[in-house]
C-alpha cells in the first residue's frame, strides 16, 4: 500500500484547516528546519493553474498562503514566473496517468464535481547544505500542487532532460492529506504511490521512513500551534539560493581558522557565525550596487569589531573599511597587513564620524549598539548602518524595561529601530541564520526624508536622545508610560526638558557626556576572582545555615551495613541565606556578576540551587546522565577523579553521604591524586 504514515491531530483550538496550509507552507519555504541536510529553498514561481486544459498561471495570490515567499528576491521572481509556471504546468500535467491529468492511486484525485477548477502550484527548488567532502550535492526542483477542496499538498519532483524541458519523477511522488474525521478530530497523512520504487538520495529525498515519522510529526504539530513568532522569517531580505552558494563558498575558503584560533572562545561558533554574517552582507550590498546602479563596492567601518574576522573577511572579498576597538586581540596579528584593524575608544561624538564610509557595522557591539544609526545619521546622507543586537543598552547605559507584554529581547529590538526611525531611516527587520540565540539584524539603508532636511532631523535626534537619559533619572522614581507602536514619537511625553546649559554646550564634542565605553582591560566578575578563604568562608556560613535550619531532613544511609542518618539540612530561599550573611558579604558579592547565586553554583559539590532556593547537594540521588559523553570529556572527568578534597568528608558532621570508592572527591589526604589536566591561561575575547 502507498500509506507511509498518519497522525492523529486533536484541535481544540480551531486551528484546522487554516493552520495544516501554514504548516505547509513552512515546509514548503524553510524545509530545513525539518530536513537538517538543506539549507533552505528557493520560492521561483507560484499561482493559481486550471484543473482543466490550457490557460496560464495566475499571479500570485498572497491571500491563499498567509502572506509572502521564502525571501525578498525569491517573492519578486515568484511574481515574474507566473507565465512560466503555466509552460511548465501544461509540460507537466500531460506526464501523469496518459496525458489526462489524473493523479495515480491511492493519492487523493484534484478537484471533483462541483469542486473549484484551479489548484494552486508552487515550484521549487530545494538547496542542499555543503558536504564536508566531495563536491557540494545539485539542487533539485519540485513542483508542489496544492488542492484547498481535497486538503492536499502533491510533490511532483522534476528532472531536466537534455532537451532543457522538466520530467516527473515519478518514482518520488508523495502527497500529504489532512482529513476531518470528527469534531476535533482530524489526521495528517502521507501516501506515496510508487513506495517500492522510492529513490532516497539522503539530501532532498530522505528514506519515506523519515517523512511517515520526522516530517509527519513535525507538520502535525505546527498544524495547531497557534504561536505566531516574534520576528521575521529567516534571510526574508535576501535570495536563498544566492546565500547558500556564497556562505558554502565562504565556509571552504575560512575553514583553516577553526584550526589555529589562537582565542579561548569557540572557534566554531566565532568562525561560522561571521562567515554567515559576511556572507548575508556581501548579498546585501550586491543587490544594493544593483538597485542604485553602483559600480564601486560599498566602504565599511565595524564598530566593535571583536576578533575582526568579519573585517578580514569583508576585506578579502574587496571591500575596503576597517574595524575599530576598544582592545586588541591576539588573532589581529594572523590577519596580515590588508586587514585593518585599530585599537581605539569610540565616543560618540563629533570626533567620531564617518562621512567617507557608506555603511556602518554593529556586530555585538553592546554599549555601542544604540549609537550606531544615530552616528551613521550624522556621518552622511548616504551612510547606511547594520547592526546585531546583542547584549541590551541604552545611550547612558544598561537598558531598562519598559514593558513586561514583550519579551526583553523584543522590547530592545523595538527600542533599537525606533532610534533609527528617529534617526530619519526607513528601518528593516531579517532573521540571520547563525548559531546564536541573538540573531535578529536592523538594516538602515534609506531614508524618510529630503536631504534639505538634515538639519530638522538632528534637532529630532538631539531631543530624543536628551529625553531618553531624562526619563532614565525620572524611571529610578517612578515608572512611566511609553508607547512602543510609535517609532517617530517615542519620547517620553511626561519630559520636554533639555539637558542642563553647560551639558548641552559640551555635545558639539560629545553627544552624551557619562557615556560609558568598553574598558580596555575587561575585569572578570563572576566569582572566580574573589579570594578561596573568603569563598570558603561563605560556602561554610551557608552550610551551616542549612544544616542547623529546623525541621532537619535524615535521610537513611547504609555504609557497611550499618544504618545511620545523614541531615540534608533544610532547603532556603536565596533571599533568606542572603538575611543571614553580613552586610560587607554582600557588599563583596554585589560586585560581582550574579552575586551570591553565583557563588553558590559555582561550588556545585556542596550546593544544588534550583527555582531560587538553595539546597544541600546528597549525591546519592545524582543520576548518572543518559546521553553519552563525548570521549574528551569523558577523559577529562577520570583526569579530575579524587584531584580535590570532599567538602562533606571534612565539614559535614555526618560526614560524606557516598563510600569512599563512590565518592568523586578524596576522602582525606592520604587519597588525593595531581591533576593531569593543564589549566590553560585566560585571556579576556
Request: one cysteine or more.
Amino acid at each position: 500500500m502507498g500509506l507511509v504514515g498518519t497522525a492523529a491531530v486533536r484541535d481544540g483550538g480551531a486551528a484546522l484547516p487554516h493552520g495544516f496550509w501554514a504548516a505547509v507552507r513552512v515546509w514548503l519555504e524553510k524545509p530545513q528546519v525539518a530536513n537538517r541536510r538543506l539549507c533552505g529553498a528557493a520560492i521561483e514561481a507560484e499561482g493559481t493553474v486550471p484543473l482543466g486544459e490550457g490557460g496560464e498561471a495566475s499571479r500570485p495570490l498572497a491571500a491563499v498562503w498567509g502572506g509572502g515567499s521564502g525571501g525578498g528576491q525569491e517573492g519578486r521572481a515568484a511574481s515574474a514566473g507566473a507565465v512560466e509556471l503555466g509552460r511548465l504546468w501544461r509540460e507537466v500535467r500531460g506526464q501523469l496517468s496518459a496525458g489526462h491529468g489524473h493523479l495515480p492511486p491511492p493519492l487523493t484525485p484534484w478537484g471533483g464535481p462541483g469542486r473549484r477548477s484551479k489548484l494552486r502550484a508552487v515550484l521549487r527548488t530545494l538547496l542542499p547544505r555543503g558536504r564536508s567532502v566531495g563536491p557540494p550535492a545539485p539542487p533539485t526542483k519540485e513542483l508542489a500542487v496544492e488542492d484547498v477542496d481535497t486538503g492536499t499538498v502533491t510533490f511532483l519532483p522534476l528532472e531536466e532532460n537534455s532537451e532543457g524541458k522538466y520530467q516527473i519523477k515519478k518514482c518520488n511522488i508523495y502527497q500529504i492529506q489532512l482529513t476531518h474525521i470528527k469534531d476535533e478530530e482530524w489526521s495528517v497523512s502521507v501516501v506515496a504511490p510508487f513506495p517500492e520504487d522510492w529513490f532516497s538520495d539522503g539530501i532532498a529525498y530522505p528514506k519515506l521512513a523519515w517523512l511517515g515519522n520526522e516530517l509527519l510529526s513535525r507538520l502535525a504539530k505546527w498544524s495547531v500551534e497557534q504561536k505566531p513568532s516574534e520576528f521575521k522569517s529567516t534571510l526574508s531580505l535576501i535570495s536563498v539560493a544566492k546565500y547558500s552558494k556564497v556562505y558554502q563558498g565562504l565556509k571552504e575558503k575560512y575553514r583553516e581558522m577553526v584550526k589555529v584560533w589562537p582565542e579561548v572562545t569557540d572557534p566554531e561558533k566565532f568562525v561560522y557565525e561571521d562567515v554567515a554574517i559576511a556572507a548575508y552582507l556581501l548579498i546585501l550590498w550586491e543587490e544594493e550596487r544593483k538597485e542604485k546602479g553602483l559600480t564601486k563596492k560599498q566602504s565599511f567601518v565595524d564598530l566593535g569589531c571583536g576578533n575582526g574576522l568579519l573585517v578580514h573577511i569583508l576585506n578579502n572579498e574587496g571591500h575596503s573599511g576597517r574595524g575599530i576597538d576598544v582592545r586588541r586581540r591576539k588573532i589581529w596579528d594572523m590577519y596580515g597587513q590588508e586587514t585593518h584593524l585599530e585599537e581605539s575608544t569610540i565616543m560618540p561624538g563629533d570626533s567620531h564620524l564617518f562621512p567617507d564610509t557608506d555603511w556602518l557595522i554593529g556586530n555585538h557591539s553592546d554599549e555601542l549598539t544604540p549609537w550606531i544609526p544615530v552616528i551613521a545619521a550624522r556621518s552622511s546622507y548616504s551612510c547606511c548602518y547594520f547592526v546585531l543586537p546583542c547584549c541590551f543598552f541604552d545611550f547612558h547605559g544598561k537598558y531598562s524595561r519598559r514593558q513586561s507584554k514583550k519579551t526583553q529581547y523584543r522590547e530592545y529590538l523595538d527600542f533599537v529601530a525606533q532610534v533609527g526611525f528617529v534617526c530619519g531611516f526607513h528601518v528593516e527587520e531579517d532573521c540571520l541564520r547563525i548559531p546564536s540565540t541573538k540573531r535578529v539584524c536592523l538594516i538602515g539603508k534609506n531614508r524618510t526624508y529630503p536631504s534639505t532636511e538634515c538639519a530638522l532631523i538632528d534637532k529630532q535626534i538631539t531631543q530624543y536622545i536628551n529625553n531618553r537619559q531624562t526619563c532614565a533619572v525620572v524611571m529610578c522614581d517612578r515608572r512611566v508610560g511609553f508607547n512602543h507602536k510609535d517609532h517617530s514619537d517615542g519620547v517620553c511625553k511626561e519630559t520636554d526638558s533639555e539637558l542642563p546649559e553647560n551639558e548641552t554646550d559640551t555635545a558639539g564634542t560629545i553627544w552624551m557626556p557619562g557615556f560609558q565605553p568598553r574598558e580596555k582591560v575587561e575585569q572578570i566578575r563572576n566569582c572566580a576572582s574573589l579570594p578561596r578563604d573568603f569563598v570558603d568562608d561563605v560556602v561554610l556560613n551557608v552550610a551551616n545555615l542549612l544544616l542547623n535550619a529546623t525541621p532537619q531532613k535524615s535521610c537513611s544511609n547504609i555504609h557497611g551495613g550499618n544504618m545511620n542518618t545523614w541531615n540534608q539540612g533544610e532547603s532556603l530561599s536565596l533571599k533568606e541565606v542572603a538575611e543571614h550573611l553580613n552586610k560587607e558579604t554582600l557588599k563583596r558579592l554585589k560586585s560581582e556578576y550574579g552575586g551570591l547565586q553565583t557563588l553558590l553554583k559555582n561550588n556545585h559539590q556542596v550546593f544544588e540551587v534550583l527555582n531560587g532556593r538553595v539546597h544541600i547537594r546528597d549525591w546519592r540521588k545524582e543520576k548518572p546522565s543518559t546521553k553519552m559523553k563525548p570521549e574528551v570529556k569523558r577523559r577529562l572527568s577520570a583526569e579530575a577523579f579524587k584531584t580535590r578534597l570532599c567538602w562533606f568528608f571534612i565539614h559535614h558532621p555526618d560526614g560524606c553521604s557516598l563510600p569512599s570508592e563512590s565518592c568523586p572527591y578524596a576522602h582525606g589526604t592520604e587519597e588525593l591524586r595531581q591533576s593531569q589536566i593543564i589549566k590553560k591561561k585566560k585571556y579576556i575575547q
